[in-house]
Every structure is written in C-alpha cells, then in structure tokens.
C-alpha cells in the first residue's frame, strides 16, 4: 500500500486566498484525521471522519476551516479565507478501526500564507 | 483536556542508551503511543503499550508506565545516528483522540 497520500507537498498562497488540501487515506481504513502542527501549538486534531461521517470538530480553529470527506477515499480540508497564522503543517492520518489505535499519517501539507 | 510534557531536547553519544521522559495528567488512556517524525516526514508510530502493562519491550525499545504517577517513558538501546528525530508521547484519554507532548528532539552525536 501506498500509505496515506496528502497533496500539494507545499502551498504557497496569498492571504485571503482559498486553499484547499486533499488527503487519500490507506485503503480499507475508516477512521480520518486531520491535525494541524506549529511551533508555537504543536500537533493538534481538528477534525475526525468515522465511515466518512465527521465525529469531532471541536478541533477546527474557525468558520474558515471546513472539511469533507465524501467518500472512504477521499477528504479534503478547506481555509476559505487564509491568514497568516494558518501557516502550518497539515496531516492526515487513517486508522483502520474506530479508536486511536496506530494512526498512519500522510507525509503533511506544509502551508505558508503570506 | 489532557496536557503532557516531554522535555524539548536530548543530546545521547551513539551507542548510547536515550531515555526520554513524558508525564500525563489523564489516567484514563488506554493506550499510550510513541510516535517518530524525522525531518520534513509525518509521525511513524513507533510503539504502543496498554494501560494495565509496566513494561513493554520491542528489539531496541523498552517502553516503561508508571500510572500511579503518570509517568511514561521510552529507551533507546545501542543509539544509533537514524534514531536522530523527535519523539512524541501520546496518550489516548478517549477512544480515537491522541493527545501528544511537544515532542523531544534527540540528537545522536558520534
């Protein structure tokens, strides 16, 4: 297996612009995360997907930040306007059942908003 | 939520043994993680040990709990230069949420 699969590798955009990152999880996973990491933060969760459905979004910083996943295959996570601040690292990561056991994560999205 | 600590940094000699450190505040996880990232890459899991064990061990990794007083640790045996990364200690207080430390850079000098 490939592994889970995150593009673009880097994103360079101008404030107020849309962005939007794509996430391929492993195949036969059901569970999906997204997590946010910075310096200042670290490594945060902003959004969990169970069977494509989103279970915890207490993570996602703002109305800016929306994720889909409309399949088992497939999620994306949107910043509608970017900030600044939003520059980060962004990973994916599967896992096979409901639960935190062995998350795989995506190589990340590193995101730089100027 | 659950906070955790790590130390930031750890310099070992290679062919040293690493002990790296993490308490927790939540004793409710069932499993505890340690997580690898090497530069520019995302976490590998490198080890995991359930709540009701003391002790772990896993070729070059022993992963040692102390519940009673939130205390987790990671050693490293026969350092070597690719162990050079951070590690993150994540316990998982829920069912799919890992909450991880700051993760510590260890260094592997010659």
């Known amino acids: 297996d490939a592994g889970v699969i995150q593009s673009p590798r880097h994103e360079v955009t101008e404030m107020g612009q849309e962005v939007t990152l794509r996430c391929k999880p492993i195949?036969?996973?059901?569970?999906l995360f997204w997590y946010r990491q910075t310096m200042m933060r670290g490594l945060e969760l902003l959004i969990y997907?169970?069977?494509?459905?989103?279970?915890?979004d207490s993570g996602m910083p703002e109305d800016r930040f929306s994720a889909k996943m409309p399949n088992a295959s497939f999620s994306t996570l949107k910043i509608q306007p970017s900030e600044p601040r939003d520059s980060a690292v962004y990973f994916c990561?599967?896992?096979?059942?409901?639960?935190?056991?062995?998350?795989?994560f995506g190589p990340g999205t590193r995101l730089t908003v100027t | 939520g659950e906070d955790v600590e790590q130390s930031l940094f750890l310099s070992v000699r290679e062919g040293d043994s690493s002990v790296i450190n993490c308490t927790y505040t939540?004793?409710?996880?069932?499993?505890l993680y340690w997580y690898k990232q090497e530069p520019g890459a995302g976490l590998q899991l490198l080890t995991y040990?359930?709540?009701?064990?003391d002790m772990k061990q896993d070729q070059r990794l022993t992963v040692l709990l102390n519940k009673k007083d939130k205390h987790l640790s990671l050693r490293i045996a026969d350092t070597q230069t690719g162990d050079s990364a951070i590690y993150f200690c994540?316990?998982?207080?829920?069912?799919?949420?890992?909450?991880f430390g700051a993760g510590t850079t260890v260094t592997v000098r010659a």
């Open positions: 994540a316990p998982a207080p829920n069912d799919y949420k890992l909450s």
């Open positions: 939540d004793s409710s996880s069932t499993y």
């Open positions: 997907f169970n069977n494509n459905v989103p279970i915890d």
């Open positions: 195949s036969g996973h059901n569970s």
């Open positions: 990561a599967s896992s096979f059942m409901a639960g935190a056991y062995e998350q795989y």
């Open positions: 040990i359930f709540s009701n064990m």
